[in-house]
């Protein structure tokens, strides 16, 4: 994993409202790609009322785009979703930013390599971070696409970036894209904000799979070397 500086000098307003006029097209296809993506939360029964959101990264800049505090679903369209510094300052919109965004901005400032953050109250997996358990990597599936077992992240409360400390820090010696943040939620990442909701929805999956099966009883760990086995093939040789 790549990581930079979370604690480095925040641009003046000016530099960064140049980005944004630089990059307005750019911003506005990741308008309309990030208000689509939130349908798929929805369609996959992620969230519920106006709960959980997704941001991007603007490529090349400092400047991400998330979801507007507190709008319905049904009601979003691409112009509410609002443009944010890497510090989660409002630059463009007409809405106030997701109670989220300290979150997102930090995963942001000390990843890099992410393009893509999502935020879920699904019910299984809300279920495992309130026993403040991780889901054990139990069938292929989660070797797949985690690697390993989902983590669990420290309990912090919204308002600051504490959140996003607690994903970066429980995320770095992980391949896992998810972290069930203690008595909290979901949160992945992703090169894209496609992929981090891609992570969700098999986050929410897997972990409604093992929960079920351990009502029949205990669910052993598939061996490591198999997990490295089929993380490795599915990451580099699956699909087109």
């Given amino acids: 994993m790549t990581s ?84 989660g300052r409002l630059l463009d919109g007409h809405h106030k930013p997701s109670s989220d965004t300290d979150a997102h901005a930090y995963v942001y400032r000390a990843r890099p390599d992410v393009g893509g953050v999502v935020h879920t109250h699904s019910p299984y997996a809300t279920a495992w971070a309130a026993r403040g358990e991780a889901v054990p990597c139990a069938i292929t599936a989660m070797a797949d696409e985690f690697g390993g077992d989902i983590p669990v992240g420290p309990f912090a409360l919204i308002g600051d970036d504490s959140i996003g400390k607690g994903i970066v820090a429980t995320l770095e010696d ?19 904000a496609k992929a981090a909701v891609k992570a969700a929805v098999m986050c929410e999956d897997v972990a ?17 070397d198999d997990v490295d086995s089929l993380y490795h093939r599915y990451q580099n040789a699956y699909g087109q």
């Fill in 208 to 224: 409604r799979t093992v929960h079920i099966a351990r009502q029949g009883g205990p669910v052993e760990r598939l061996p490591q």
């Fill in 4 to 87: 930079t500086d979370p604690t480095r000098t925040e641009q003046p307003r000016t530099d960064l409202l140049q980005q944004l006029s630089l990059h307005r097209a750019e911003v506005e296809r990741l308008r309309r790609t990030v208000c689509e993506l939130h349908g798929e939360l929805t369609r996959w029964n992620l969230v519920t009322w106006t709960s959980g959101n997704i941001s991007a990264r603007v490529p090349g800049t400092d400047l991400m785009l998330i979801k507007p505090s507190g709008v319905s679903y049904d009601e979003l369209r691409s112009e509410d979703i609002v443009v944010c510094d890497l510090r």
């Fill in 174 to 192: 992980h391949r896992s894209p998810a972290v069930l943040m203690r008595g909290h939620g979901v949160f992945t990442i992703g090169a894209t």
